[in-house]
């Protein structure tokens, strides 16, 4: 096809290659780590494994925030980063420390002294939310080590370093696999904790995470040259930069989350089995999706660095031709969903009729890859890496709450039809999302040069 010729340059493909291989190392990595997770906690029940499903759709609230803070600030790296002016990078990650930090804080103490509460939002089930409630009021204390562990290591992929995530997100998984079989099942002479088991070995092991990408950074990171005293600068002229770019992000990406959490909501008044199936179906295309999401990455990554460097027409073309490539990969991540459908499904403790409501779900799941493969490369990778915020915004949040919710609220709780038939209503969002967003590529309008030309002489932080 004329729209993947561009791909035949070989610097460039190997360029998105060394972007999007590794980190699809580290999202398999990171699916292992929530699979385990899932699969140990299935082992104490139904009841267990709603309850922690629901608990941590509060985290993810969290960290689909950190990640709109990151992917918001990438934007503005990556394009610095095409200009070769790190001094400005280094600025810009100080401000960005600043927020995740204080967000990470006020979701802690939320989480902690409000959890029946925060449950009662996703569930009426008591047992689901008695057991909820005490794993989430512990795991909160790893979102601060988590947040800043995630835009850390994210901030540094616009400058093309993705290795060291597959050194800090495999010790975290070896690290958190052996302490949820010690302390869930009480090996090794420790006792047998349950849920709070699982909870304090995800905080061990996010603690793990923040201090190996800390020493990195910090120790041995060359390309920015970020130090402890760049942790104190705080350089105004770059804050309204930051909140023009990062705050259409952030919102894009609470009020997705939070629709992505009523999504939950409506499920889990449907029923306990409809929330583990959807769990266990969420894990598996997350498995089937991790090289679509490296590309997405990488998508962001190289998109913003050829506007940074001038190639508007040629990076143009480049969008077009990760689009069609991600349209390939979604068909072969749906075929994939439906091979592991049996496998993954015989690894839980689960009734036969969820084991059943699970098949179907997944089904479900697996014809929405092909398309959501295709939104995230268009939107998250092409879009917001060209600087199009308030596109993508407007896509995310008005067919998520105008469509697909309304519809899946009607669907599920008024003319109770059958959960996998709510399932893909819930999500028809991401169909309707693409008959806007591939015209809006190929068109060319969303590229954007965010940075600003006219910088002085030794601003943007310490040299």
């Known amino acids: 096809m004329q729209s993947l010729a561009i791909l035949h340059d070989r610097s460039l493909r190997n360029s998105i290659l060394g972007i999007a291989i590794p980190i699809a190392l580290q999202n398999l990595i990171t699916y292992m780590t929530g699979m385990m997770d899932t699969v140990m906690l299935g082992q104490l029940g139904e009841v267990e494994l709603s309850g922690a499903s629901l608990a941590n759709q509060f985290g993810t609230v969290y960290m689909v925030l950190t990640f ?47 959890p029946e509460l925060i449950l009662s939002l996703f569930s009426s089930d008591p047992l689901v939310i ?13 979102y601060t080590l988590n947040g800043m562990t995630n835009v850390m290591l994210m901030s540094l992929r616009s400058v093309g370093t993705v290795g060291i995530s597959i050194l800090v997100y495999s010790s975290s ?25 699982a909870a304090i070995a995800t ?34 002229s770059f804050a309204k930069d930051f909140a023009i770019n990062v705050t259409p992000v952030m919102l894009n990406e609470l009020i997705w989350s939070l629709g992505n959490s009523t999504v939950i909501a409506i499920m889990g008044r449907m029923g306990r089995d409809l929330v583990s199936a959807n769990a266990i179906a969420n894990i598996t295309a997350q498995f ?13 990554v190289v998109i913003g660095n050829g506007i940074g460097m001038g190639e508007q027409e040629r ?44 098949r179907q779900i997944m089904a479900v799941f697996s014809l929405i890859t092909v398309f959501r493969s295709v939104e995230f490369v268009g939107l998250i990778g092409v879009l917001r890496g060209g600087g199009d915020n308030r596109f993508v915004l407007f896509c995310d949040v008005f067919f998520l709450w105008a469509v697909a919710i309304p519809l899946g609220a009607v669907t599920g709780l008024w003319l109770k039809l059958p959960a996998p ?19 809006r590529i190929w068109g060319g309008r969303w590229v954007r040069d965010v940075t600003r030309p006219d910088l002085p002489e030794g601003s943007g932080g310490l040299q």
Do not use: H
């Open 315 to 358: 990076t143009k073309s480049l969008a077009k031709a990760l689009v069609v490539v991600a349209g390939g990969f979604g068909l072969v991540a749906a075929g994939l969903m439906l091979l592991l459908r049996g496998p993954v499904i015989g690894l839980y403790n689960i009734p036969e009729a969820t084991k059943i409501l699970t």
């Open 203 to 236: 905080i061990i092991a996010r603690a793990l995470e923040l201090a190996i990408a800390s020493v990195y950074l910090f120790g041995f990171e060359k390309k920015i040259g970020y130090t402890l005293r760049d942790v104190a600068v705080y350089d105004r």
């Open 288 to 300: 089937t999706q991790i090289f679509i999401i490296g590309i997405a990455n990488a998508a962001s």
């Open 173 to 197: 998984f070896f690290a958190n696999t052996a302490l949820n079989w010690v302390l869930i099942f009480g090996k090794l002479g420790f006792p047998a904790l349950g849920m709070e088991g």
């Open 68 to 114: 709109g803070i990151a992917s918001g600030t990438n934007v503005l790296l990556s394009q610095y980063w095409g200009k070769g002016d790190t001094r400005s990078i280094r600025s810009i990650l100080s401000i960005m420390y600043r927020v995740t930090l204080a967000l990470s804080l006020l979701f802690t103490a939320a989480a902690r002294f409000f």
């Open 421 to 439: 038939l709510v399932c893909f209503v819930l999500q028809c969002d991401v169909l309707i999302k693409l008959l806007v967003t591939l015209p």
């Open 130 to 142: 008695a057991a909820g409630s005490r794993y989430l009021a512990l795991v909160c204390f790893s």
